[in-house]
């Protein structure tokens, strides 16, 4: 990797009860996924407030992305439907404000899966450092 | 313009204080000029006769109102409803946000109501007096006789893309019912949804950057009655207007109009009082028109009950990504 190339900052929520035991899963696999990845653990998918997406991008993440149970395994029964509803449209909004839609992303990652906990967030880190910084929801104020 | 008159709605006001059927009526009275009409609650006839205002500058909707006087007068209040003035009491009813024991709604038709904007935009400034009739009678300090305007050239923006003239909800009905209208209104949001990325954040950041954060969209939206609001904690960092940068208005807004998806019934109240004209009714047609595609037609307020898109879910909807899909290849 060049010195000069931008490291962009992620912020990854995972559901407790699948994708941040499958993150587990990954890295006891010895998988790797970029350390840029940083996981912020919640209770369910749907836990996650709109307006954490948007102050993790003030705060100066470059790409945010959602780990929940597949629908129909949400370990409150209902819980990712609503977070499926809700991100389809608080993305298509960022999207609709001029957002580049590629720094959001929802995936649905077992705890089973961490193989593909592994490839996901290596894709989104790809994805995102393709985009470069985050130049249009940064707060200057929240930047080192 | 209006075809009902002021008297009809004062006769019947005077009809239900004098028989004792409501103790107070929520209308409309002159502010410092003919055009700014405010709010007002009447609790005696003599006030009501005196400073009752109705004209083409009536556009406020009472059915937020209605959550804080109804906690303060005894008895029932009359209020007049425009058609889409009811959706919205039909939506606070639905959250539970007023007694319906404690109102009596009139209904009342409307023909749209007039941008005091576009009026000076043909009269100039200095506007010393306005009377509306069939037409609109503008006199300026400057000019010696009046001009006469068709309320029809001057229309509100939210009006010219009426979504409907029939009241879904009243007590009683002053004048006659009309019908829900094959409107426009997602034609804008669409023309912006065809831009590229880089042309709506322009045109985004244009809109927003405007904006000086005086809540006035927040503390006029019906759908807004929260006691209180996530953007009143000053430990938020975006509790008020920044002068070093431009996020603080992208997040009120995303955040704002996320909070009223599914709830807000298109009004339009939010873009009317804005001091700085930004289209804030943009953000939110935009949530509607998202949900009558993917998850079925719905019309907040329509009815009674009903349950919005975002509280709801089943199993088919769309993952994220198809929701992006969707459109480029409707594009």
Redesign the interface.
């Known amino acids: 990797m060049q010195m000069n190339e931008h490291k962009p900052l992620i912020v990854a929520f995972c559901c407790n009860w699948c994708s941040y035991a499958g993150a587990d899963l990954a890295g006891n696999n010895r998988l790797n996924y970029p350390a840029e990845v940083k996981i912020i653990r919640v209770p369910c998918s749907c836990r996650v407030n ?2 954490f997406i ?1 102050r993790a991008f ?1 705060r100066g993440a470059d790409g945010v992305i959602i780990c929940g149970c597949h ?2 395994d949400c370990h409150y029964t ?1 819980g990712n ?2 977070t ?18 590629e720094r ?3 995936e649905w990652v077992s705890a089973a899966e961490g193989a593909k906990f592994a490839a996901t967030m290596n894709d989104f880190v790809a994805t995102v450092t393709a985009l470069g910084e985050n130049k ?6 929240c930047k080192k | 313009m209006q075809k009902i008159t002021k008297n009809q709605l004062l006769d019947k006001a005077a009809e239900l204080l004098d028989n004792g059927t409501v103790t107070a009526v929520l209308g409309w009275q002159k502010g410092e000029f003919d055009y700014d009409v405010t709010p007002a609650l009447f609790e005696n006839k003599e006030e009501l006769f005196a400073n009752f205002v109705w004209n083409d500058f009536c556009g406020a909707n009472f059915s937020k109102y209605l959550i804080k006087h109804t906690r303060k007068v005894e008895g029932k209040i009359l209020v007049f409803l425009k058609p889409c003035d009811t959706y919205s009491f039909n939506q606070l009813l639905t959250e539970h946000r007023f007694d319906r024991e404690k109102v009596y709604a009139v209904g009342i038709p409307c023909e749209g109501m007039a941008d005091i904007d576009k009026v000076k935009a043909i009269v100039g400034d200095g506007i010393s007096s306005i009377d509306c009739g069939e037409k609109i009678k503008v006199t300026t300090i400057y000019a010696d006789a009046a001009v006469e305007i068709d309320g029809k050239d001057v229309l509100e923006g939210r009006c010219e893309s009426c979504k409907s003239k029939k009241h879904v909800a009243y007590d009683e009905l002053l004048g006659e019912e009309g019908d829900v209208l094959d409107s426009n209104r997602f034609d804008e949001v669409a023309r912006l949804e065809a831009m590229t990325p880089d042309e709506r954040f322009a045109f985004w950041q244009n809109e927003l950057s405007r904006c000086i954060r005086c809540n006035a969209c927040r503390d006029v939206c019906p759908a807004c009655t929260c006691e209180k609001c996530v953007f009143g904690n000053p430990k938020s960092g975006v509790e008020n207007k920044s002068p070093a940068n431009s996020f603080e208005e992208k997040m009120f807004h995303i955040i704002r109009a996320f909070h009223v998806a599914g709830r807000c019934t298109d009004c339009g109240e939010c873009s009317r009082v804005c001091p700085q004209n930004i289209p804030l009714h943009l953000l939110n047609r935009k949530f509607i028109k998202d949900m009558n595609e993917c998850y079925g037609e719905y019309q907040a307020g329509a009815e009674v009950g009903s349950r919005a898109p975002l509280v709801n879910y089943t199993t088919e909807d769309l993952e994220p990504g198809e929701v992006f899909d969707r459109r480029d290849t409707d594009a």
């Open positions: 709109p307006m948007l003030q629908p129909g209902s439907y609503y499926r509803r809700r991100m389809a449209m608080l993305f298509s909004m960022l999207d609709y404000l001029g957002i580049e839609k959001t992303r929802v249009r929801l940064e707060d200057l104020r």
